[in-house]
């Protein structure tokens, strides 16, 4: 071999070795950038419908908490710049995938997860956690409850890692027994509720508080149906609570169990007023259409809408936000001070660890749209004030929904105090040490 030859074979192989160095270096680099944007980023991973006859309502929430969340990234995020993930998950509506789901949450190492479509989809949550907390010491996750109401939640099955943002069965029960004692034309009331966590707790609260706070209106009707769209056909049921003469259906139905149930009520032409939770949700009065979401009075209670007269400003300014992200009007104002109010935690505690931010969550106090949202201590329970509204077509801001305007929204009933359902707790938290 000459030596031309190995002179040109070592600049090669020094080059080589340069190339592999740079390379190395390279990947080191990128390597550990996307680790340090990991680091930046606190995820909060959400367990909703997002194919199947629910999918509109899971996609409409996951939306909205990417809204608030982007507001808080766009504010400067926490802790000096980390930005908040929402991170979809799809249970197609299906208990034993949300599980799987949450499997794989806890492999991933995401420490915060929100979900609230199905009572039953937050159980297995909650059991599911407090295994997991239990086994795992330093690896908790906590979750962080938008809408599942159903109240033992934060009750007997009360934990230091579940905080719920909106208010409990028991809670909204009390206000629509409240607003339903204004009315004297309100004297027989039928209960119809779906036959699982949610609808039995409805069916209980609905009896212990009517008799409590409105014993002259007798309950002529009380029945658990099969839940989740599998009755076709309400029209049996309409002609079960005309024979029974009530003037008041008291439901906690919602989906198709609310929409089918008002629209057969519709075409028998009956006359009854609707007091419910869920049933006029957006994409209920979209499948239902302006005629049979006004046929009947259906009262629901929520935490605010546009057109209450005591909306206030700071609040219509976000709405408007949120109208020109969405291209829809907003409706869970719950998820904005959810989303505040686990920054602010965030930022008090000077860390992301869970048992950290729920130390700060505790107590801690928020901005609603009628004064304070407030989360007790005792039983991570959020209390509000609370408004009561019907479907109209006689409203100064018409819901739209995906640029399509439905032609209808809401419009105020009435108002009801915190303290009027502010109701007290069997919660016997265990708390880790501080």
């Known amino acids: 071999m000459s030596l031309y030859v190995i002179q040109s074979w070592v600049r090669n192989f020094n080059m080589l070795i340069k190339f592999i160095k740079l390379f190395l270096l390279i990947s080191t680099l990128v390597s550990y950038s996307i680790a340090s944007k990991a680091d930046e980023t606190i995820k909060i991973a959400i367990i909703e419908p997002m194919s199947g006859p629910l999918a509109s309502v899971g996609l409409d929430l996951i939306e909205g908490l990417e809204f608030f969340a982007e507001r808080i990234n766009n504010a400067g995020g926490v802790l000096g710049g980390k930005h908040i993930e929402i991170v979809p998950y799809d249970n197609a509506m299906v208990a034993e995938k949300t599980i799987q789901q949450l499997r794989k949450v806890i492999d991933e190492d995401i420490r915060y997860v929100t979900q609230g479509v199905g009572s039953n989809h937050a159980l297995n949550i909650i059991k599911t956690l407090g295994k997991h907390n239990k086994r795992n010491p330093g690896k908790e996750i906590m979750f962080l409850n938008h809408s599942a109401v159903t109240t033992s939640f934060t009750n007997e099955l009360c934990n230091f890692y579940h905080f719920r943002f909106d208010a409990n069965v028991d809670m909204k029960v009390a206000a629509l027994v409240s607003q339903m004692t204004k009315d004297p034309s309100i004297k ?4 119809l509720n779906q036959n699982y966590a949610y609808g039995q707790s409805f069916q209980a609260a609905a009896r212990r508080l009517l008799a409590e706070r409105a014993p002259q209106i007798e309950i002529v009707g009380d029945e658990l149906i099969v839940p989740f769209g599998k009755i076709l056909d309400f029209n049996p049921y309409v002609s079960k609570i005309t024979s029974s003469g009530a003037d008041t259906i008291l439901t906690g139905n919602w989906g198709p169990d609310a929409a089918r149930l008002i629209k057969a009520t519709t075409n028998s032409q009956l006359k009854v007023k609707f007091y419910t939770i869920y049933a006029g949700i957006p994409a209920a009065m979209n499948s239902m259409g302006a005629k049979v979401s006004t046929f009947n009075p259906i009262v629901q209670v929520t935490e605010s809408h546009e057109n209450d007269s005591t909306h206030p400003d700071w609040l219509k300014e976000i709405d408007a936000e949120y109208m020109e992200f969405a291209n829809k009007s907003p409706y869970a104002d719950r998820q904005r001070f959810m989303m505040e109010m686990f920054a602010a935690a965030v930022e008090q505690a000077g860390t992301a660890d869970p048992t950290q931010v729920a130390w700060e969550l505790e107590g801690m106090t928020g901005r609603g749209a009628h004064g304070d949202v407030f989360m007790r201590a005792e039983d991570h329970q959020m209390h509000f004030d609370m408004v009561l509204s019907h479907i109209s077509t006689n409203v100064e801001k018409t819901f739209i ?34």
């Not at 027989?188 to 209960?191: A, D, F, G, I, P």
């Not at 640029?403 to 915190?418: I, R």
Request: glycine share 6%.
């Open 188 to 191: 027989k009331v039928y209960l």
């Open 401 to 434: 929904y995906n640029n399509e305007d439905y032609g209808m929204a809401y419009e105020t009933d009435g108002w009801v105090d915190v303290a009027d359902i502010t109701l007290p707790t069997t919660c016997k938290m265990k708390r880790p040490k501080r």
